[in-house]
């Protein structure tokens, strides 16, 4: 008896003792698991950020890691969540986390075989083991997962538990989430998909490469018909939805849904928000640019054009870093409609638009003679067009500067406006020279411009500007002296929908309206008489300038419509000459015409002719017609008959909400 008392007292020991022990090391592993339930509780998946053109197309992904849609449990489909049910957990609305029955059978199971060879997971033990678990078949692991499934459930409703799934779960080829694997495999909204599509869908977590319909797609199907099998045999679904699932087909697609349309755009957009938004890859913004994709890609494709046809002229010539910009702008808002970096982003993602800082050559020019209209000269102002000689000295060294026309020839003196129209740069040296450097830096400063070469070669264009920006200071010109900043990004909206606060830059007013002008009618004479022949529209008044510089480093062309306005660029990454001849005129001008015209031939309801403001005044000199204003008037005794235009000719500006 008292051997079967030690022996009794003995075994209530170690039963206590190993239930003690088996507490301790449950309370010990919840002590460890509790943040990892806390994870899932509060719930913040990496996002995929997405960025629109102004019509609501999508332009590019962003994603860091993990490419995924969010989707709110109210937005699933109730046959996506029969079919995850039918298939991984009947009783999921029934048990509390944890399925004992099931857990029953499975032990069996695997007792009988000697190993692990059937699981018994929820949900919400899926859940838990795709987050914060590994997937490693051992006791320890089960226990954590049991214990952390209990503690989700404890505080999430199951609706909120099956939200977490569908967003958090691997659908293979890159895709997280049901949403996201819905637009990728099938192009598809959740609520277009079909009950073939959405067993498809539920049945590829279990194993996604095997599974996967892009490789395997025989495998696939039969994993959606058993899923669908399964749904019928609850009851689910009748006999009719069951048998057009079952011969059901669906067209899966190899590509991704968002590949990148217009990547200059996208780096251009990080760029500009990266700072402020340090989760632009992963936080499920959504941007929207002002970006038009349909003009981005006419744009690109003219763009190359334009960059063949050099290099067919070229006959060999040494062109290996030859490339291109355009930008296309609204003048009234600064809106960017197209920003193309390069002929091929996939080569270069450089992007010249915005980052290559370049001379512009005579493309500069206008902005001096519209000093020079606001102090008082006229169109009609003769300019002497004769060469000097310079000398100057540089560490002590004499250096002789004798500038040129590009024509090499001297008209001796012409008018202001035939200056401009013909480029003639000696025409230009000299009237910087009877304004004075001073008076152009501080009127110059006050356009905004900076870093202003303080010598007379600024007449000739050696200050240096990105594309976009010189976009920017041709706004004075289009948009009748009021000068846009650039304006790519219209609006930021986070996960939650609330708007992100974007910087904006007010416009700034440079000239009056009459003012401006005199500038736009001169330039339409470079269009129409000038340089800029080759950008002539049919039934368009086009206006603009050209600019070459020296050694043909680089050839410009910004022209612009009453909506209108494009500046392209050419030239060598490495700063090498382009082909003699390869003028602006002749590399960018014809891009410039072929957009302004293709767009206008899309949409005849554009504006063609510019409007004449209140204040301007016309007169025929020689059967040519001039303007001019109160404040650039010509001298008495020219030769004038004037023509009062009144409130003038034409369309007054509208709000720019013609097209864009």
Excluded at 161 to 189: C, M, P, S, V, W
Excluded at 512 to 525: S, V, Y
Excluded at 613 to 621: E, I, K, L, N, R
Excluded at 624 to 651: A, C, L, N, W
Aim: glycine share 8%.
């Amino acid at each position: 008896m008292k051997v079967l008392r030690f022996f009794g007292a003995a075994f209530f020991v170690l039963l206590i003792g190993a239930i003690l022990f088996g507490a301790f090391y449950v309370a010990n592993l919840y002590t460890e698991v509790a943040p990892k339930a806390q994870k899932i509780i509060h719930y913040h998946p990496k996002l995929t950020t997405k960025i629109y053109d102004r019509n609501g197309e999508l332009i590019a992904t962003l994603y860091k890691d993990e490419n995924r849609e969010y989707v709110k449990y109210d937005e699933i489909p109730g046959r996506a969540i029969e079919a995850l049910l039918a298939i991984e957990d009947t009783k999921f609305f029934e048990h509390g986390g944890i399925n004992f029955d099931a857990i029953f059978r499975a032990v069996i199971k695997d007792l009988k075989a000697g190993k692990f060879v059937e699981g018994a997971s929820t949900i919400t033990q899926q859940l838990v083991k795709n987050m914060v678990l590994t997937r490693k078949k051992k006791l320890s692991r089960k226990i954590k997962e049991a214990l952390i499934a209990l503690r989700v459930e404890n505080a999430l409703t199951k609706e909120q538990i099956l939200e977490r799934y569908f967003n958090q779960i691997y659908y293979g080829h890159g895709y997280y989430g049901i949403k996201t694997a819905a637009h990728g495999y099938f192009h598809k909204d959740l609520s277009q998909l079909s009950l073939k599509e959405i067993a498809m869908l539920v049945g590829l977590p279990r194993a996604p490469s095997y599974y996967d319909p892009t490789k395997h797609y025989d495998r696939a199907i039969q994993r959606a018909d058993r899923v669908i099998n399964r749904m019928y045999e609850l009851g689910w679904i009748d006999e009719k939805s069951f048998s057009q699932a079952i011969a059901e087909q669906p067209k899966v697609y190899k590509s991704r849904e968002s590949i990148n349309k217009a990547p200059y755009i996208t780096d251009e957009v990080v760029r500009r928000l990266k700072k402020a938004l340090p989760d632009l890859q992963w936080g499920g913004y959504k941007i929207y640019t002002t970006i038009d994709l349909h003009l981005q890609k006419l744009a690109r494709k003219e763009l190359v054009r334009g960059y063949e046809e050099i290099i067919k002229r070229g006959h060999g010539y040494n062109y290996k870093a030859l490339n291109g910009a355009v930008v296309v702008m609204k003048p009234q808002t600064g809106e960017v409609l197209a920003l193309v970096g390069g002929v091929d982003y996939y080569k270069s993602a450089f992007d010249r638009a915005t980052q290559a800082r370049r001379q512009p050559g005579s493309s500069f020019k206008p902005f001096i003679y519209q000093i020079a209209l606001d102090l008082g000269y006229s169109q009609l102002t003769p300019i002497p067009d004769v060469a000097k000689t310079y000398e100057y000295y540089v560490n002590g060294v004499k250096k002789i500067w004798r500038p040129k026309n590009y024509e090499k020839d001297y008209e001796g003196v012409l008018t202001l406006k035939d200056a401009l129209v013909h480029s003639r740069n000696l025409a230009t040296i000299n009237l910087v020279e009877q304004i004075g450097l001073g008076r152009i830096y501080k009127r110059l400063e006050a356009m905004g411009f900076r870093n202003v070469p303080h010598d007379l070669s600024l007449s000739l264009g050696t200050i240096t500007l990105s594309p976009l920006e010189l976009a920017s200071f041709y706004t004075i010109f289009s948009n009748y002296g009021v000068k846009n900043a650039p304006k790519l990004i219209s609006a930021v909206t986070r996960f939650d929908g609330s708007a992100v606060a974007l910087p904006s830059i007010a416009a700034q007013k440079i000239e009056e309206p009459k003012q401006a002008f005199l500038m736009i009618d001169i330039l339409r004479d470079v269009v129409q008489r000038g340089t800029g022949r080759r950008a002539r529209v049919d039934g368009v008044e086009v206006a603009g300038k050209t600019g070459t510089t020296n050694n043909f480093v680089d050839a410009w062309f910004c022209g612009f419509t009453p909506d209108i306005e494009v500046v392209t660029w050419f030239g060598q990454d490495d700063n090498t000459p382009l082909k003699k001849g390869e003028a602006g005129g002749r590399a960018a001008a014809p891009v410039v015409g072929r957009i302004i015209a293709d767009l206008y031939a899309k949409h005849p309801e554009m504006r063609r002719s510019f409007f004449v403001p209140q204040g301007v005044y016309a007169m025929t000199v020689g059967g040519r017609r001039y303007y001019f204003t109160d404040i650039s008037k010509p001298k008495p005794g020219e030769m004038m008959v004037q023509e009062p235009s009144g409130s003038g000719e034409g369309e007054q500006p509208s709000s720019g909400d013609l097209l864009f």
